[in-house]
């Protein structure tokens, strides 16, 4: 858990890019960070890993105070992708990927497998790219390759600041979609900074818009639609985009699709009941189960089914299929 308490930040030129911030990232969620150009998003996450100084206020990762651990340390417990790729152009794409678990004392074979996997995730066959340097890759290909980076060590924070930006549409709707699966399976905590809010309303557990370094709001991505806290939310969301994900099913809670009479056998997945139709399809089929545990408040209150969900999605009444 990351927790900034009254966090302010103030560059020696007086620019206040950050006002008294409070905020609460949880374990395991992936928390999107979006708003205008300018207003603090780069920031907030370098003051994270401390690649930037607080002014005032603290940070604290899983109740220790940030300002009190190491650098180094720190650095090396939180992956990040930066805005400009940021690859060592003089180390190849096999180095630059293996270079965090080389540090942490890792031998290559410990390692090597999973940076092939994720290599092949991202669409670059490991034989072709492996050996060669970052400038003899596509401005693309190189942000791929900074992901990678990021994802080898597993470290448990991963701050990734608009990582795909630089991809083509098609190609960055599948990395979305493989950072959430990846995210749902291995449950690490991610920053995200982006500036497009379907993006953010595609992955994010939580958004959090930003605007001249003061939170507008909080919210999940159907609270955001469903209740824009204000005038600059609600424009920047648009109202076309309200309406079309107001519209689309999918995107509801599983609140209402519960099965609260079944009393829920021993069963390791669990899911809050604010997740959205589609998150939690998602979920049941990336870990090959059809059901899982509802939580609500930190309290059990009954199962979902896939099949409910897919006949909700598939726009089928359930009662009558089965008669
Ligand atoms: N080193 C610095 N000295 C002075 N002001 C700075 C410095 N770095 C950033 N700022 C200012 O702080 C504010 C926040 O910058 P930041 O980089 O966090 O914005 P951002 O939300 O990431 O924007 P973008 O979407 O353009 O990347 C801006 O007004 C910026 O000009
Ligand atoms: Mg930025």
């Known amino acids: 858990m990351i927790v900034f308490k009254n966090v302010s930040k103030t560059f020696p030129d007086g620019t206040e890019a950050i006002k008294d911030m ?22 907030t996450m370098k003051m994270i890993n401390r690649l930037i100084s607080i002014t005032s206020g603290t940070i604290e990762i899983d109740g220790k105070d940030t300002a009190g651990v190491k650098e180094v340390e720190l650095r090396r417990n939180i992956g990040y992708v930066i805005q400009r790729i940021g690859l060592f152009p003089h180390m190849t794409i096999e180095e630059n990927v293996g270079l965090i678990p080389k540090l942490k004392g890792k ?3 410990e390692y090597q497998d999973r940076v092939n996997e994720l290599l092949n995730l991202v669409g670059l066959d490991p034989d072709t790219y492996k050996k060669r340097y970052p400038l003899e890759l596509s401005g693309g290909q190189q942000q791929r390759v900074g992901v ?47 500036h497009d809010m379907d993006e953010a309303l595609k992955i994010a557990d939580e ?14 991505p159907e609270q955001l639609l469903r209740e824009p806290a204000n005038d600059f939310v609600r424009s920047f969301i648009g109202e076309e985009r309200i309406q079309t994900y107001l519209n689309d099913h999918s995107r509801q809670s599983i609140h209402a699709y519960i099965d609260k009479a079944a009393k829920p056998h021993h069963n390791e997945y669990t ?7 589609k998150e939690t399809v998602r ?21 979902v089914h896939k099949d409910r969900l897919l006949a ?9 299929a089965l008669k």
Do not use: W
């Not at 958004?207 to 999940?220: E, F, N, T």
């Not at 899911?271 to 139709?277: L, P, V, W």
């Not at 726009?315 to 009558?320: F, H, K, R």
């Open 107 to 109: 031998k290559k074979a």
């Open 148 to 194: 990678v980076r990021a994802l080898a060590d597993e470290p448990p924070i991963i701050l990734m600041d608009e990582p795909f930006s630089a991809l083509d549409p098609i190609s960055r709707e599948q990395l979305q979609d493989e950072l959430k699966q990846l995210q749902m399976k291995i449950k690490k905590t991610i920053v995200f900074v982006t």
């Open 312 to 320: 909700v999605l598939a726009g089928i009444d359930e009662e009558e």
């Open 22 to 43: 409070n905020l609460h990232i949880k374990e395991g969620q992936l928390v999107a960070l979006i708003g205008p150009s300018g207003c603090g998003k780069t920031t």
């Open 271 to 277: 899911i809050d009941a604010s997740t959205s139709i």
């Open 207 to 220: 958004i959090v818009l930003l605007k001249d370094g003061v939170i507008q709001q909080i919210a999940s």
């Open 283 to 303: 979920y049941l089929i990336a870990n090959k189960t059809d059901s899982a545990v509802v939580i609500e408040n930190d309290k059990v209150t009954g199962s």
